[in-house]
């Protein structure tokens, strides 16, 4: 997997397809894997760029998340594009925690944001995501109990991650202030069985987009472009995508 240098490390990522830039974010406890099978479907039609970000697969390691953490993933992310030669607009297409940096991302370069996908985003930090994130961690942490002895880099560094959220300082976080900002015609999704939130938190980042559409996929949980809805969260992207 071919990787770049940073000022804050070093990035790997996956490139297919020719067309427009799509660039894909994964999720919080994620990777470029993923994605699965996103990657040749979108391939179809655009440039696909999926990278993982710092703490995640073969990136560099990440075993503290400042406070601000998000910012120096869109630090991280314009890095990238400027090494790639990407100077004009891309198509984003991001989930859950890489879903809240797009959102970031587009309000801060809106020059650089030509339209985005944007499922299980996050601009607060609600209590049914905190609950979650609870549960999710126990699982990690028996998990690693019975492999005492194959905590990896990238473990190491989904914990840093989780006990970012659940630190006690970062409660107050939202960037609804920033959301308003952006520009770029954005497709909110959601799964309405969403078990780190409610289907009014779509909906309240859909209202503050002016160009925005939402999309309460109904069943779904947080994984809403994997599982049974794959498909259907592939056909709807790209759809979206290409009208814009």
């Known amino acids: 997997m071919p990787s770049v240098s940073i000022a804050s490390g070093t990035i790997e990522y996956v490139e297919a397809g020719k067309g427009p830039p799509l660039i894909l974010l994964?999720?919080?406890?994620?990777?470029?894997?993923?994605?699965?099978?996103?990657?040749?479907?979108?391939?179809?039609?655009?440039?696909?760029i999926a990278y993982n970000r710092r703490g995640y697969g073969g990136s560099s390691p990440r075993y503290h998340f400042a406070e601000d953490f998000f910012q120096e993933d869109i630090e991280d992310l314009a890095a990238l594009l400027d090494i790639l030669g990407l100077f004009t607009p891309v198509f984003l297409c991001a989930f859950s925690d890489g879903g809240t940096i797009?959102?970031?991302?587009?309000?801060?370069?809106?020059e650089r944001t030509r339209a985005m996908v944007c499922a299980g985003a996050h601009i607060y930090a609600d209590e049914k995501a905190l609950k979650g994130l609870v549960r999710a961690k126990r699982i990690l942490e028996k998990r690693l109990q019975q492999k005492a002895?194959?905590?990896?880099?990238?473990v190491r560094s989904?914990?840093?991650?989780?006990d970012r959220w659940l630190h006690p300082d970062f409660k107050p976080f939202s960037i609804e202030d920033k959301i308003r900002r952006?520009?770029?015609?954005?497709?909110?999704?959601?799964?309405?069985?969403?078990e780190y939130?409610?289907?009014?938190?779509?909906?309240?980042?859909?209202?503050?987009?002016?160009?925005?559409?939402?999309?309460?996929?109904?069943?779904?949980?947080?994984?809403?472009?994997?599982?049974?809805?794959?498909?259907?969260?592939?056909?709807?992207?790209?759809?979206?995508?290409d009208g814009h």
Request: aromatic share 12%; with cysteine.
């Open 182 to 194: 952006i520009r770029c015609p954005t497709l909110v999704v959601q799964g309405t069985e969403d």
């Open 102 to 110: 797009a959102l970031i991302f587009a309000a801060t370069f809106p």
């Open 26 to 48: 994964h999720g919080g406890t994620g990777s470029i894997e993923e994605w699965g099978d996103c990657i040749d479907r979108f391939a179809t039609k655009y440039r696909v």
């Open 158 to 162: 989904q914990i840093a991650w989780f």
């Open 149 to 154: 002895k194959e905590e990896t880099a990238q």
């Open 197 to 241: 939130a409610e289907p009014t938190h779509a909906e309240r980042i859909a209202q503050g987009i002016s160009n925005a559409q939402l999309w309460l996929v109904g069943g779904a949980r947080h994984w809403v472009h994997g599982g049974q809805y794959r498909d259907l969260f592939q056909e709807k992207a790209m759809a979206f995508l």
